[in-house]
């Protein structure tokens, strides 16, 4: 089964920030990222993130599979964008360059390049930034530090415990997929659609059933011991704001703005170089 | 001293979902200070009492209270779960649910951050806990870095942070290896000790627990308590027996040596007894049972030869472990938890392939088999049957491995049929399996395995959790799949009860390897092996030297192979 | 805080961790390349018509959103949002029935498959193409075709998966007392 990507410790700034820091930067972040289609924008992002990726100090073999397994997902999207919608760049860019023809309605054109271009440029500049966020935010600190943004901490709560028993559950999947392949089941791709169907139904079904009693005895354990009592609560793993935290939301919000200002200084969100 | 703190008073609970009340005028009244241990049969009411004191009744499971109980002066069902938690402190027998904090100081911090107390002052609080039970530096630690005994002490500091007066440990031995639980054991005595708490222990394995006094044994059966006694008094009479809960083993071997105890010769520890005229009695019993030849059993059916296994290169999970296990044996598998036995388990059926070694299944190699292969010769059944049955209906579940195999339906049909019958099943075929006890299941999970007609069966820990009558229910039935069925079993445990009464020989495994391959009575009787492996010696063997006997060993396999006679008697 | 909520609490913390990992217990279609018959849809049906809107809403919204952070190094919101949706709608529908009380007969499986395919529809066949198109201004024509397959496979998911899965916790939760031993 593939690992999940979960955080590990360094010494960092940017592992010392505040984990709801680090989120709203985050978020801010992957907002610009979607509203803007200002290539020099992307562009500007795609090397700041780099940079604090790098700053990091993440190892790039943590997250090497992730970045083929993105890599790939963008390739078949690009494709699929042109053979659905070859004259796209074409429509937003208001011109239209042919550099060869292909067939039928596909001709190459400089804007349909340019626009997928900017495709791969978009999807690129939050993804190291989610790596980092990913790895340098301790889930703990993380789940306590949702309070600071007022959301409830019922759902804070909820998250942790989501964090807390993700390798209790897969453990769980591993044995009883041994168990269950000990018995004939066959979970390759050899069989036909309808096998592999109930080969499922076996693995998943124990598995969903032994869950819902582990909500149970979670939730009774939570109550003993006074979970939901007041309408708010401390948290042991919550840290203060520091000035780096300050002054990385200032600069976040800052760039922000700055950002959608150039995006839209010309009227729309494109950057139209033709 | 004598200020009640916990006081039923006719108190009747009925649940609402069933038709008659679980609890039945219930009269108890435990006082400051006191440790009382509160045993039981499973369905007895014992967990419903403990509900009862730390309010998940009537605030988690809803019913109809009658009488009265007061806890330190309030009602529990008036003043709230949240109020009650002040109050009681539980833990919980399931180590991981109980466990909800990302990390320990997370975990034990659990409560305080419910009650908003700042973080400086927490910090403290969960440090000084911590350090009572001795995780102080593992505060940083995740769950799944901890083990089981670990776990459960991170919980103790979880309760024990809030200042609470009474205790509630719901059965804490349940999880545990024998060292690590006699070290629980120890350690709820020390909190008894300094902070003068009221303790509440809700446990059946009696003879683990008396490991360290208690003021009272309280024996719940049928929804009524009946017997509130002394340890002395409780282990002079035969209450126990009576209600199906397994006395200390000291005290059966006495009593077939027809001794009379009495509350005076102070059987509660067999240190401090005061033996007497017993030493000649338990001498004259133990010149006067016959030991029986053992069969004997030549071929081989399994052969493990320099088997090692490891995840990476640094670590050997299992390293250089032979043995061998005869056609027809019925033998365990011991250690403490994480010294291996659960890989040993994976190896032989092809879960993990060995880095080094071979396994010969009736003397032919089977590395090249696949998991699927190799259980139609060796069979495994997991720990808890809620993780194996993905069916509704029985016959379904035991069915399922045929199908997946292309059986035909005829085959199918009589083979489940046969199955069924062999595990006592076949007059449930049609039931739904939700339908079943908890031990039924498990024949279930069984029955699923035996229809692919194995040799050899693995069983890991298949007692686990279950009280005398269920785990007497469960072993019977391995037996007599072994006697009449001439199946191979092999049973991964840390029941050293288990061990000594259904297996004669015992393989021990510590830190991944062999270090013991011999019967289970000389196994219990090593002090040596014992302390690697972190078993528990057997009280039957310091009754054996109090009583001057010169073969310890010998001792304990007489006791059992009668003690094996009287309770197939009936 | 009633007991209800807290319990929703856990339901969701452990909802979503399950959410997770079984995207990695996703079929392969086999004959399509890379389509899959997600069980996870399946689960987020079955969870959201246990537990209602909120615990169903929760579990789509955290879940996708980690899952996709964990797994692919992005969050793609114009997929996240429309889950949360479905396991919102899917909640609300189902406050209707009493599924704990083993009343999943004929009728309501055909309601509850009425709803997944509305619900579906809502959240793969509207929202999603829209999210796309605006945020990432991709091609109306790609986004919709992307739509509407998803939509598809979920639709056939949880017809069986979610549809078993819920009848047969119906059937566990259910009184067993019409039941007598055989020869």
Known sequence: MAKLLTYSEKNTWIHRLCGVTKLIFFILWSVVGMVTYDTRVLGVMLLLSLILFKMSKTDYRQVATIVKVVGFFLLINVIAIYAFSPGQGTKIYNCRTVIFHIIGPYDITKEQLFYEFNVILKYFTVVPIALMFILTTNPSEFAASLNKLGIKYTIGYSIAIALRYIPDVQNDFNEIKLAQEARGIDMSVKVSLPTRLKSMFAIIFPLIFSSLERIDTVSNAMELRGFGKNKRRTWYSEKKFSKSDYLSIIFVILSSVIAIIITFYDGNRFYNPF | MKNPIIQFENYTFKYRTQKEPTLKNINLTIYEGEKVLIVGPSGSGKSTLSNCINGLVPFSYKGDIKGKLTIKGKTPHKAGIFEMSQIVGTVLQDPDGQFVGLTVGEDIAFSLENDCVKQVEMKERVYQAAKTVGVHELLRHSPQELSGGQKQRVSMAGVMVVGCDILLFDEPLANLDPATGKYAIDLIDKIHNESKKTIIIIEHRLEDVLYRDVDRIVVVANGGIVADLTTDEILSSNILKEHGIREPLYISALKYAGCQLKKESKPSNLNKMELGAFQCAVRDWYQSVDIKEKENMNSEILKVSNLSFGYDDQVEVVSDISFSIKKGEMISIVGKNGAGKSTLSKLICGFQTPTKGMILYDGQDMISDSIKERAEKIGIVMQNPNQMISKSMIKEEVALGLIARGVAPEVIEKRVDDTLRICGLYQYRNWPIQALSFGQKKRVTIASILVLQPKILILDEPTAGQDFRHYTEIMEFLKKLNKEQGITIILITHDMHLMLEYTDRAIVIADGKLIEDNSSASVLTNRDIIEKASLKETSLYDLALRCDIDNPTTFVERFIQYDREVRSNG | ?183
């Open chain 3, 1 to 183: 805080m009633k007991k209800s909520d807290i319990r929703s609490v856990a339901a969701i913390g452990i909802g979503t961790a399950l959410f997770i990992l079984l995207t990695l217990a996703a079929i392969p279609v086999g004959f399509i390349p890379n389509t899959q018959l997600q069980t996870r849809v399946a689960f987020l049906t079955f969870m959201s018509a246990i537990f209602g809107p909120v615990v169903g809403g929760a579990i789509g919204f955290l879940g996708h959103a980690i899952a996709d952070a964990s797994f692919y190094g992005g969050v793609w919101w114009s997929w996240v949002i429309p889950e949360g949706v479905y396991g919102i709608i899917i909640g609300i529908f189902a406050l209707k029935f009493k599924i704990e009380d083993g009343g999943f007969g004929l009728k309501e499986t055909v309601l509850f498959n009425i709803a997944q395919v509305v619900a579906n529809i809502i959240a793969w066949i509207v929202i999603a193409p829209i999210l796309d198109i605006v945020i990432y201004a991709e091609p109306a024509n790609k986004v919709f075709a992307q739509g509407a397959t998803s939509a598809l496979l979920n639709i056939i998911t949880v017809a069986i998966i979610g549809t078993i899965l819920t009848k047969a916790y119906s059937k566990v939760k259910s009184k067993t007392s019409s039941l007598s031993v055989e020869d």
